[in-house]
């Protein structure tokens, strides 16, 4: 899933400050599961914003409101009704919904209300981690499942580097070498000879560096 | 001027402070009455939400009382319930609204003595804290 974190409540009164009547959009997907945007994020955020107002003596009409999904046109198209008369939106979706908002409601200003993180799995209850960068060539099925882009800090293709202590990372001891979970998998699947083979630098095309990426399917597209 | 009577709103677990509340009222104790109780079914069905929106329709302080640490009919309420509380703390200094209104606490049922001495305790600490800064700013509605 996407991760998202709310931003500081300071930066999200100072983005709405000129305003009198918002609407707050959370989203029910990616954002609902990392607690930062959801329906419970958007009740959360309204009432802070409506007491921080209240407190300076200024009466905020929020409009509250939570999409099945922000990033998809059709579900956009439901908050017509409610967009009229307010004077901004603050989404609690990721950069995605924010962006569709931006791109269906065009003389409306969108504020973002979370910083969008990255794309990454639930360790435990209340805890992500990053898994996955999305460099469009994926290389999990040779690196025993684990993703040497999204947690080596050096994306090394052939790894581990020297920094790689005790099976963790130079950077910080709480954070595991990519290359010994590789290694470890590898072994415990008997796997081993895998490890030998070169991995040829990377082309990072896929992965962003020749500009917006756009997936077209002709069987799908209209 | 008028003297400040706060308006404190307890969230109590039925199988702990609710009933330490009940046996406080069979003792002929007496506590204060401007604490408002609202029982749940553990205090770890109190939502951020909840004690949020407390301060939001003007409560001046607002409580959670569950059972002992180790006590909890469904084994961890109290503690995700303490968890909540400190996150709310935090966002009621960040919007200035004070988070020192907000306080969990922890009693077995039997505790009748210490449920009126809590309500007693926190009921002047809020007295003294005096009015939730937003209580008499009357809203539009939206």
Redesign the interface.
């Known amino acids: 899933m996407i991760t998202a974190e709310r931003k500081p409540?300071?930066e999200i009164i100072d983005s709405i400050r000129p305003f009198q009547?918002i609407l707050l959009v959370g989203c029910n997907e990616c954002v609902t599961v990392c607690a930062a945007g959801g329906r419970?994020e958007v009740?959360?955020l309204s009432?802070?914003l409506?007491?921080?107002f209240?407190?300076q003596?200024k009466?905020l009409?929020?409009?509250e409101h939570t999409l099945e999904r922000q990033c998809d046109p059709e579900y956009v198209e439901e908050l017509t009704s409610l967009v009229d008369g307010v004077e901004a939106i603050l989404s609690m979706a990721c950069g995605c919904g924010v962006q569709e908002l931006s791109r269906r409601f065009k003389n409306k200003p969108v504020f973002p209300a979370v910083n969008t993180t990255f794309m990454g799995a639930s360790e435990r209850q209340g805890v992500w981690a990053e898994r996955c960068r999305g460099c469009g060539d994926c290389l999990l099925g040779i690196t025993g499942g684990i993703c040497p882009i999204a947690r080596c800090s050096k994306q090394l293709m052939n790894g581990p580097c020297g920094g790689s202590t005790s099976g963790k990372c130079e950077i910080s001891p709480e954070v595991d070498c990519a290359w010994q979970l590789i290694w470890d998998r590898l072994k415990l699947l008997g796997l081993e000879n895998r490890y030998e083979e070169i991995i040829p630098a990377k082309d990072w095309r896929p992965g962003g560096a020749a500009g917006p990426r756009k997936i077209i399917r002709e069987d799908l597209a209209e | 001027m008028e003297a400040f009577e706060p308006v404190i709103i307890a969230f109590c677990c039925h199988y702990c402070a609710y009933t330490a509340a009940d046996m406080a009222g069979s003792q002929r104790l007496c506590y204060p009455p401007n604490v408002k109780i609202i029982r749940v079914p553990c205090s770890g069905k109190v939502?951020?939400?909840h004690l949020?929106?407390a301060?939001?329709n003007g409560a001046d302080g607002v409580y959670v009382a569950g059972c002992l640490e180790g006590d909890c009919h469904f084994k961890s309420g109290n503690v995700r319930a303490a968890k909540r509380v400190a996150q709310v703390r935090q966002?009621l200094d960040?919007?200035?609204?004070g988070g020192e209104r907000v306080e969990m606490v922890n009693l077995s049922a039997g505790m009748g003595e210490r449920f009126a001495e809590m309500a007693r305790q926190i009921t002047e600490k809020i007295r003294k804290l005096g009015p939730n800064?937003?209580r008499n700013?009357t809203?539009?509605a939206?």
């Open positions: 409540l300071e009547r419970k009740g959360i009432s802070l409506q007491m921080s209240l407190k003596g009466n009409q929020i409009r | 939502d951020t939400l949020l929106k301060f939001e966002l960040e919007i200035g609204i800064p937003i700013i809203r539009l939206s």
